[in-house]
């Protein structure tokens, strides 16, 4: 919205600062982060309030679950409510890749929010049927995948680009929708799966959206994709102001999900954050590189794929409990022992990531 005050400008003047990306994606940080501090506090209140007994505990998993007991669920109503108003302010209203990353992201979040209303309400865990989880996010999925196609470039259309290798470009055809709505979905579950643990799912979170916000910026200009040799998107630099929003709006959540956690993010908050994450590396072109950059979450989610498959073959179990995170509790692991050690894995990955822009 703020773009529109370099209608005022001359060319020399403060409003010219408002036509620079980085500018603006600093001030969506800032917002997202105040908004946080400013609201937190009233969100929380209002959570304990009117679920009384706060997200349901699983009997199954680790005993020293149960002190959580009472903790309000949906904190990701504060994030997503950051992320939204920051970017509205600070992006550019006719950037059709903002309003897809923002569509998956509100729709993910109303999915998840559906679910944590229904377990709240039954005190239960089970909430909304895993069926019409999956069916709603394919569909939007599917809608978003298909919107980004009609904005790429005619030679990315349907294509799939390989990290590393220059040049290269799989044509997958009509098969590029299905595929996009699996990375979407399998972002966004895999980072449900994560969140487990208090500020275990949030910052990797928070890193992988950095990571994705410099390659936005880098494939979104001409002259950086020339000199790092990966494909020009037009347009996707203005994704850099959702994540840099999606950071501060995580920085703030994160002062109250911090061990002991105020709030928990709840599936309002995971499955819109890694729809989030899918939207983005899809509108970039490097869906592959995602897998790397939020390895934390493929490997949190093919723990739970690995456990089931082998007890409903064998009757028994790969991991004490899965999620993985789960596993190294029942060890005897300190809850912020994973936490921390599970963050910098995720910076690792980040960074590893990020190299694929340069190794060519």
């Not at 979040?109 to 069916?135: E, M």
Request: charged share 15%.
């Amino acid at each position: 919205m703020l773009y529109w005050l370099t209608a005022l400008s001359d060319g020399g003047d403060f409003f010219n600062l408002f036509r620079y990306i980085t500018f603006r994606a600093g001030g969506a940080f800032l917002t997202a982060l105040v908004f946080g501090f400013i609201f937190g506090p009233t969100l929380i209140n209002v959570l304990r309030r009117k679920q009384g007994k706060g997200q349901p505990i699983r009997d199954d998993g680790p005993e020293g679950h149960f002190a959580k007991a009472g903790t309000p669920t949906m904190g990701g109503l504060l994030i997503l409510s950051a992320v939204l108003v920051s970017t509205l302010i600070w992006a550019r209203w006719d950037n059709p890749f903002v309003w897809i990353v923002l569509f998956v992201t509100m729709s993910f979040g109303l999915i998840g929010f559906a679910d944590d209303y229904a377990k709240v309400a039954k005190q239960n865990t089970d909430g909304v049927s895993g069926k019409i989880r999956l069916g709603v996010g394919f569909l939007v999925a599917a809608i978003a995948a298909y919107w980004a196609s009609v904005y790429h470039p005619d030679q990315l259309t349907n294509q799939l680009a390989l990290p590393i290798f220059k040049d290269t470009l799989i044509n997958l055809g009509f098969l590029f929708v299905p595929f996009a709505m699996i990375v979407i979905v399998g972002a966004a579950n895999a980072v449900n799966l994560t969140d487990g643990l208090d500020g275990l799912a949030i910052m990797p979170v928070m890193i992988a959206a950095g990571t994705l916000g410099v390659i936005a910026y880098a494939v979104g200009r001409v002259d950086f994709t020339e000199y790092l040799d990966v494909h020009y998107v037009p347009g996707t630099g203005e994704i850099l102001i959702f994540t840099a929003a999606l950071f501060g709006g995580g920085l703030g959540f994160l002062w109250y999900n911090a061990p002991p956690a105020a709030v928990f993010m709840g599936d309002t908050g995971s499955l819109a954050l890694g729809g989030a994450l899918g939207a983005i590396a899809v509108s970039t072109k490097h869906e592959l590189v995602l897998g790397i950059v939020g390895g934390l979450f493929v490997v949190e989610a093919l723990s739970v794929i690995i456990q089931v498959l082998y007890f409903k073959r064998t009757g028994k179990r790969v991991f004490l409990m899965a999620p993985i995170h789960h596993h190294y509790e029942k060890k005897g692991w300190a809850e912020p022992q994973i936490v921390i050690r599970f963050w910098i894995i995720s910076l690792i990955l980040a960074i590893i990531g990020l190299a694929t822009l340069k190794v060519r």
